[in-house]
């Protein structure tokens, strides 16, 4: 998922079969299932949080990698079978800050200003939440309880302007609970 400003939220995926079989008859459509309005989720109106605490998004991504591979054994020209590999989530936030102690304390253990002790010998470890609005009473939730995150301060400019933090981590797995929980919920029902 990829999202920039208060634009609409992009999904890119990439799925990976084995052997193809290849229907008998050409396919016929029997329902007609095409939505009865447009829409798509935004990244306008939504909330997003680190550490509980709500900042002001520029844009982002959120990335599940199953790391997958088709091996292909020798004599044969297709997959043979799909092998899955580690879930991997990691996550991408622009973010303009209007308080910096959060980030003072991913690069020095503390929070408050004041004399250092030197940079962390731990990674910090902070709850994420991506929340976006959908067209039809929707809205899609993820959140990581655990992410283990780092943040990229941007370099001077002389010519002002916001500053833009990068905030990037992978989820861990948390002692009980899941390592990200998503949820979507519309006027229907939830997820």
Request: negative net charge; glycine residues 12%.
């Amino acid at each position: 998922l990829a999202w920039e400003e208060a634009g609409k939220v992009m999904l890119k995926q990439e799925l990976l079969g084995i052997t193809p079989a290849f229907l008998a008859a050409a396919y016929t459509e029997t329902n007609n299932e095409v939505p009865s309005g447009v829409g798509y989720f935004t990244a306008g109106g939504g909330v997003f949080q680190v550490e509980g605490v709500s900042v002001l998004m520029g844009g982002g991504s959120l990335k599940f990698d199953t790391h997958i591979a088709q091996p292909i054994s020798a004599a044969t020209v297709l997959p043979a079978d799909v092998v899955e590999g580690k879930l991997e989530i990691t996550w991408s936030f622009k973010i303009y800050p209007t308080d910096t102690s959060l980030f003072r304390g991913v690069y020095f253990g503390l929070e408050t200003a004041g004399a250092l002790s030197g940079i962390a010998n731990v990674p910090r470890l902070g709850a994420l939440t991506a929340q976006f609005p959908g067209p039809f009473n929707d809205l899609l939730t993820i959140q990581s309880p655990k992410c283990r995150f780092m943040v990229e301060f941007p370099e001077s400019a002389p010519e002002g302007g916001p500053a833009e933090l990068t905030l990037a981590g992978t989820s861990t797995l948390p002692l009980s609970g899941a390592t990200v929980a998503a949820s979507l919920t519309n006027a229907v029902s939830g997820y």
